[in-house]
């Protein structure tokens, strides 16, 4: 599903990463760890393309998200981001959240095929080769109907349907990125990315979302998750990275990465973060 080449990214002179190369299939769950300042997150942000990788391939689905001629914002729907702190509209109920970007998206497409049916006997003119019209099948308020009937759905999931018309503002950190969860999944995405979820949050609610993010990853969504929950990278992942210093050290299955660490620097790590 995403296979990254030789990754870079610089800042003016600071290297933050130096030649990455990862493969990640379909329903893997993968696990990124290292110290602060290794370039976890960045590699996390290049894989959006949120930081316009420096040098190297991020091929999704078949197409280089790292070529500047891509539309990015086409693949980014199919890619979803959960972020360290967040990142809700506090100006938005839970339920807009979790539909702004559904709506969005699909009434945008609604516009395109509409201008193009509009014009398309004048452009066609012009063709050798004649386009078709397209049939349309929704109307904007279907759109809408059908994103909020989704997103009530997901917050009866988590259990907190009772807080649809409220404001972000009024729930807890845990409560918050579990709707930041759900309405990654509202877009229904091939891959989600999570940059430190819970790190922002107070012990008591670390659990709560790591209980959400098992649930998801049981029902076969691909993964890549950025944490310093050693126990959840054990329990849940498949694959288990160590970044440093902008490079990949080591990687494996958590039996291996756990129970028989090869390089000295993941060693001397494991070792300080496990005591």
Known sequence: MIEVIDLEKHF????VLK??????DKGDIMVVIGPSGSGKSTFLRCL??????????????????????????????????????????????VIQNIMLAPVYVQCQDLKKAKRHNRFLPLTNLFRKEKQEKIEIT?????????AKEKAEDLLK????????????????????QRVAIVRALAMNPDVILFDEPTSALDPEMVGEVLDLMKAVAKEGMTMIIV??????????????????????LESGTPEEFFGNPKNPRLKEFLSKVLS
């Open 138 to 146: 929704t109307t904007k308020a279907k759109i809408v109907a059908e």
């Open 48 to 93: 959006n393309c949120m930081e316009d990788p420096t040098g190297g391939q991020i091929i999704f689905n078949g197409v280089d998200i790292a070529d500047p001629k891509v539309d990015i914002n086409i693949h980014r729907r199919r890619m979803g981001m959960v972020f360290q702190h967040f990142n809700l509209y506090n100006n938005k109920t």
């Open 157 to 176: 999931r988590i259990g907190l349907l009772d807080k649809a018309d409220v404001y972000p503002s009024t729930l807890s950190g845990g409560q918050k």
């Open 19 to 24: 030649g990455i190369n990862v493969t990640v």
């Open 12 to 15: 003016g002179d600071n290297e």
């Open 227 to 248: 944490t310093h929950e050693m126990g959840f990278a054990k329990e849940v992942a498949n694959k288990v990275l160590f970044i440093d210093d902008g490079h990949i």
